[in-house]
């Protein structure tokens, strides 16, 4: 089973932007297949990025989209996500995940990493 390790995080003011790296071990079968959710202290978990389980398009939850990207680099092989326009309901500890599937029940995954967090606060 392939291991995954977020990286990234912080502190940031509202407004600002952020990229958070997600390094995949080599042994990580379905790299394409790795997507992000957070979680926020007293809620509950929320994906933010997986994969259509029907034609393998991405998609972002809605608090997201147009601010979020995920991202690759084949040769390392590391996931990004790249977070813009950040606001406070933004902090949360951000997770990758492998197996980021979505169907009309939302995202499931399989197994991620330590997360990092991130605070937006001014």
């Known amino acids: 089973q392939g291991q995954l390790a977020e990286s990234g995080g912080g502190l940031v003011q509202p407004g600002g932007s952020l990229r958070l790296s997600c390094a995949a071990s080599?042994?990580?079968?379905?790299?394409?297949?790795i997507g992000w959710f957070r979680q926020a202290p007293g809620k509950e978990r929320e994906g933010v990025v997986c994969?259509?389980?029907?034609?393998?398009?991405?998609y972002y939850a809605d608090s997201v989209k147009g601010r979020f990207t995920i991202s690759r680099d084949n040769t390392k092989p590391t996931v990004y996500l790249q977070m813009n326009s950040l606001k406070p309901e933004d902090t949360a500890i951000y997770y990758c995940?492998?197996?980021?599937?979505?169907?009309?029940?939302?995202?499931?995954?399989?197994?991620w990493g330590q997360g990092t967090q991130v605070t937006v606060s001014s």
């Open positions: 995940a492998a197996d980021a599937l979505y169907n009309n029940d939302g995202c499931s995954f399989g197994s």
């Open positions: 080599e042994s990580t079968l379905d790299y394409y297949g």
């Open positions: 994969f259509s389980i029907n034609d393998g398009s991405t």
